[in-house]
């Protein structure tokens, strides 16, 4: 659930139900007696009976008022469901034993809101926030007459349990989130989304607010490409003066609209939005589009606006793009909504474009028109204060139009959503995201080797690749690969031949295809005989094949057609150049019809030296580029992607041992103690609690006492500073290796213990050595959530840099999959003769870390460094962890606010 509970007590989180609503869910307050009694005096008297197992009277309805509204603890914990003003549902959980990990529950839902999904989004909140409160399951009673509330626990995205005795159903509810939970939640948000979004980009009705009568206006421009563009349903404009613009009906005040509005494009002042939505909820706007600049782009008291706008919206139930955007488009032949003052719109096709720049989405937009192959939809972010990439995400995942999605993101407003949003999208259609932000003045420094390598771009990089999100290097590259994914057939593997009369530009394309990860393979004996008896002449029928510039347009069709329909080719590149002495317009007609014939073939083409003679090949459309390179870089993005739909998504791991409580009251205690780096002692408590293996330490203070340890433990020995919050000790005289007897380790405690502070003594371990030394770890980022990372340890660390990230949650395939994407991969199995390591022991150990990472959020930082793995298993040796409390984090729901806000 996106960690719901890892807000702090207090806040308040938006969430959709079902219908498109919106509703703020929070703890209860001592201010809410009043509404509590309201929303139970006015229930059914069948509503009470089946929440109260009988008939309430004013005095206990009274006494669950006053319950609900004690002060929260870890026993006694509540949420509130409300919209707008109204007080809309309650739940609540009680359990009587500090000790124990059970809670009971209740839930009531106001009459007229049953149906809406507010009670599954109550008790799921609330679920998460008990598993936070060390509760690891909720229980209930439900009377079998009470339909309504065994539907919401039959929709929980929890796992949950039922029984039948004694007349009354008994229900638990398990606090943890299992894979079935998150597809469960994944698929409900999506019907949200829908529902939620339908105003915005499919309305029925539209007014434009301060479009004026002067051409060259932002509002003026957007009422007539509105007109002009020929959305089909009541169309109005509103303005000062009540003068009609482009012939289009209009009023001088939101108010004097007939209802119902569906969608509100708004373009006056920055001070009147307000104003303007406030007006439009009276008359049923759903969906707003703010075109005004001036919000949060336009310092503190913008900020201050565009918040205060959000909660008006949210307060409402209005669905909002922006501020400070370019407007919508939807192509759709039944909407023809061009609600934007973009310069042009293309025609319709299969991709969707959400920008949070205008200028990017300008060119996107452009791009689409002179390459002819359409969108479905354009949204323009700009500030992104409510409508996000998540949202049109699980828009556009049902979406019949759109075959593709393109992305510009400046920012993440949720990127834990974002990654099982789109990877459960991108099993269906491909995206492409180009992400500002790769420059080294966007990295952070972390203090441990970890940290230092999860910078921003990095961990955008990972969070792509789990998701099978497309990541182009720049815009031309994007627009490149938009082409290739839109409509196309995907690569069924990695070989590509390439077909053409240019020798030199063959010999490019085929160096940028083994550069991009594609395989040039060399042509059967069979199909080169072929190509020798078709073409008659040809410079080269291997491949690159060469059939010379002055290949007549029979033969080039010919020779692609033999490739077509050998079963050697995944993909086929033909590069035509055009001379005096051929006819490239009668070459792209013929090699259309053959790419016509082989439509689950993937297909491009490079026409150099022909003017503008095409932009698509044949009637389906393949992209036509203007050199090899950029070809070839799109046939290889649709070529990983292919080979990523291809990979099982993997599931959630099943892993034995752990002991979540014991480690929580570890970081229970950390947290108490003043957060930080942590004593070994505590650390290792919370690694072994999840089963993650550390070799043992004695702690010594005195000399005396690491001589008797090392006796204990038996020479070799190490001996290293226990300052928690020393961190590269290696590079300050902090450890001390090799030490075979009393003497050494009595000399080595005083040049080791002097390094740390006063009084932190020293770790004595016994020394230990495995063939392969690795790094791992987690850093956790109040936006990505916690990431977690393998590399090779020792000096390699900082030197190559070979490491991997995963974020959170990890499936049972992350863990292969990031030993086996190191460059030092081959020194885990068996390099030249040395000892394999044990890899599953390696890949559950990663497991592990990246469970202890999902459950606890509070860990900032935790090196492990070095961790030694053989043939016998994986152990880490070092363990450094940092505890921080967390602050408001994104969840699965719209926006998290704090609890001033709400």
């Keep these: 659930m996106d960690h719901m509970g890892t807000a702090p007590a207090g806040t308040t989180v938006d969430a959709l139900t079902s219908d498109g609503g919106i509703v703020a869910i929070r703890p209860v307050r001592p201010g809410d007696r009043n509404g509590l009694a309201a929303m139970f005096r006015h229930a059914s008297a069948d509503s009470l009976r089946l929440r109260f197992f009988a008939a309430p009277s004013e005095t206990s309805l009274d006494a669950e008022v006053e319950r609900l509204c004690r002060p929260e603890t870890t026993r006694h914990l509540t949420m509130l469901a409300v919209e707008g003003d109204d007080l809309v549902g309650v739940a609540s959980c009680e359990s009587g034993d500090e000790a124990s990990e059970r809670a009971e529950f209740s839930l009531f839902v106001a009459d007229q809101h049953h149906g809406r999904g507010i009670g599954t989004l109550l008790l799921e909140h609330l679920a998460a926030r008990a598993r936070r409160a060390g509760i690891q399951e909720l229980t209930g009673e439900i009377l079998p007459a009470n339909r309504d509330m065994l539907r919401v626990a039959h929709d929980l995205s929890v796992p949950t349990w039922t029984r039948f005795d004694d007349g009354i159903f008994d229900i638990g509810l398990d606090t943890g989130a299992d894979e079935r939970a998150y597809t469960a939640l994944d698929r409900r948000d999506r019907v949200s ?32 490409a509105l007109r002009e563009y020929g959305f089909g349903g009541p169309l109005y404009v509103v303005n000062r ?21 569906d969608l509100l494009v708004v373009a006056v002042p920055a001070d009147d939005v307000a104003g303007v939505l406030e007006q439009g909820a009276q008359i049923g706007v759903r969906a707003a589009v703010v075109l005004s600049a001036g919000f949060g782009e336009a310092g503190e008291e913008g900020r201050q606006l565009q918040h205060d706008l959000v909660r008006l919206a949210r307060r409402h139930g209005i669905r909002l793009v922006g501020p400070n955007c370019l407007g919508i488009v939807n192509t759709d032949p039944r909407v023809r909504m061009n609600a934007s003052f973009a310069p042009s719109v293309p025609a319709s096709g299969g991709l969707a474009v959400a920008a949070q720049s205008g200028a990017v989405g300008v060119a996107l937009l452009d791009d689409a028109t002179r390459a002819g192959y359409g969108i479905s939809s354009f949204v323009s972010l700009g500030n992104k204060a409510d409508v996000s990439g998540n949202d049109l995400i699980a828009y556009w995942y049902d979406d019949p139009a759109t075959q593709a999605i393109a992305l510009y993101l400046e920012s993440f407003g949720n990127p834990r959503k974002f990654a099982r949003t789109v990877r459960a999208l991108g099993r269906r259609k491909p995206v492409l995201a180009l992400k500002s932000g790769r420059s080294a003045s966007g990295r952070r420094a972390g203090a441990s080797h970890t940290a230092a390598a999860a910078a921003p771009d990095a961990t955008v990089d990972a969070l792509f690749a789990q998701a099978g999100v497309i990541r182009p290097e720049d815009l031309g590259e994007m627009t490149d690969a938009a082409r290739m994914l839109t409509g196309q057939p995907l690569p069924a593997g990695e070989r590509l031949v390439v077909v053409g009369n240019a020798g030199g530009l063959n010999v490019l394309a085929s160096d940028a295809a083994e550069a991009a990860g594609l395989t040039v393979p060399a042509l059967s004996a069979r199909l080169r005989e072929r190509l020798q008896a078709v073409t008659k002449g040809a410079a080269s029928t291997d491949n690159p094949i060469d059939l010379g510039a002055g290949a007549p347009a029979a033969a080039f069709a010919a020779a692609a057609e033999a490739v077509a329909g050998s079963g050697e080719a995944d993909m086929l590149l033909l590069v035509v150049i055009g001379t005096r002495s051929n006819d490239p317009a009668g070459i792209v007609r013929a090699l259309g019809e053959v790419v016509d014939r082989y439509p689950a073939l993937t297909a491009a083409a490079v026409v150099v030296g022909a003017g503008e003679l095409a932009d698509r090949l044949g009637k389906r459309g393949a992209p036509v580029y203007g050199l090899p390179e950029r070809a ?26 752990v002991r979540e409580t014991r480690a929580r009251a570890a970081v229970g205690e950390g947290l108490t103690a003043g957060a930080g780096w942590q004593p070994f002692e505590r650390t290792a408590a919370i690694l072994t609690a ?19 340890a ?25 450890v001390r290796v090799g030490l075979t007897g009393p003497d050494e380790v009595r000399g080595a405690f005083d040049q080791v213990a002097a390094v740390g ?20 770890g987690v850093a956790h980022d109040p936006l990505f959530g916690s990431v977690v990372l393998l590399g090779l340890g020792g000096v390699h660390t900082d030197i190559l840099g070979d490491t991997a ?37 390696l890949e559950e150990f990663l497991l592990r870390v990246g469970r202890l990472a999902e459950d606890f959020p509070e860990i900032a ?13 994986v152990v880490a040796v070092d363990a450094k962890l940092r505890l921080a409390p967390i602050g408001a984090e994104p969840d699965s729901a719209l926006r998290v606010l704090r609890a001033a806000d709400a």
């Design 193 to 224: 989304e829908r529902a939620s979004l339908r105003a915005l980009l499919s309305p029925a009705s539209i007014a434009v607010v301060g479009a004026g009568h002067r051409p060259g206006g932002v509002g003026h421009e957007t009422a007539c």
């Design 241 to 261: 003066s009540g003068a009609q613009v482009a012939g289009l009906a209009a009023r001088r005040r939101v108010a004097d609209l007939p209802a119902p509005i």
């Design 632 to 657: 070839v870089r799109a046939l290889s993005a649709a070529s990983r992607y292919a080979a990523w739909r291809r990979e099982p998504l993997g599931a959630r791991p099943r892993l034995t041992g």
């Design 690 to 708: 999840y089963g993650i293996a550390l070799e043992p330490a004695a702690t010594a203070m005195t000399a005396e006492e690491a001589t008797e």
């Design 710 to 734: 090392a006796e204990r433990i038996g020479c070799p020995v190490v001996v290293k500073s226990a300052d928690p919050d020393l961190v590269h000790k290696t590079d300050v005289g902090g």
């Design 757 to 776: 502070r006063p009084g932190s003594g020293v770790l004595v371990q016994k020394q230990i050595t495995e063939p392969v030394e690795l790094v791992a």
């Design 805 to 841: 990230l995963r974020l959170v949650p990890m499936t049972d395939l992350d863990a292969g999959r990031m030993w086996r994407g190191l460059r030092g991969a081959p020194l885990l199995t068996g390099y030249r003769g040395s000892a394999a390591v044990d890899t599953a022991a």
């Design 861 to 873: 930082e935790l090196d492990l460094n070095p961790v030694l793995a053989g043939p016998g298993g």
